[in-house]
């Protein structure tokens, strides 16, 4: 766990149950969830969420970031806008290890309708569990970086 361990959480209409279930999981491993919502089920959109979250990771007040969609895409595509994130969506545990493990990857994205409560949690760990390994990525992260302009 990093020294800042805190993760913001934040998604659409379509994912509300799923975050609140990631937050409550992961606050029992001892990470400080800020969840910044919505909590009501009214249809919201989802740049406006991912752009939310993603600007606290981005400042540092989040080390990471946890986000949600109906698929997970639009929400990751909108994040991706912020100066400073890498998100990646992920559906499988291997993906959630490797874009943390090369990609130094900041936030997760995840498909409430495209995966299930079980499945969602076990990429969430993964993602978190997960450490940068520097090397020979350091050098291709920072030619993401340089893409930012
Ligand atoms: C909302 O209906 C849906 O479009 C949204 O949750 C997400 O899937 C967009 O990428």
Request: hydrophobic residues 45%; glycine residues 10%.
């Amino acid at each position: 766990m990093t020294a800042n361990n805190r993760v913001v959480l934040s998604s659409d209409h379509a994912a509300i149950a799923l975050r609140q279930a990631i937050s409550a999981h992961i606050t029992a491993q001892g990470w400080v969830a800020v969840d910044i919502g919505p909590t009501t089920p009214e249809s919201t959109p989802y740049p406006e969420h991912g752009a939310a979250a993603a600007r606290l990771v981005a400042s540092g007040d989040c080390a990471l970031g946890i986000i949600l969609c109906g698929t997970g895409q639009g929400i990751m595509m909108a994040a991706n806008k912020v100066k400073g994130i890498r998100c990646g969506i992920c559906a499988d545990t291997f993906s959630a290890r490797m874009i943390r493990q090369h990609n130094d990857a900041n936030m997760l994205s995840l498909g409430a309708r495209v995966v299930g409560e079980g499945l969602a949690l076990d990429i969430v760990d993964a993602f978190l569990a997960a450490q940068f390994e520097g090397g020979r990525h350091v050098p291709r992260v920072a030619m993401i970086e340089a893409l930012e302009g």
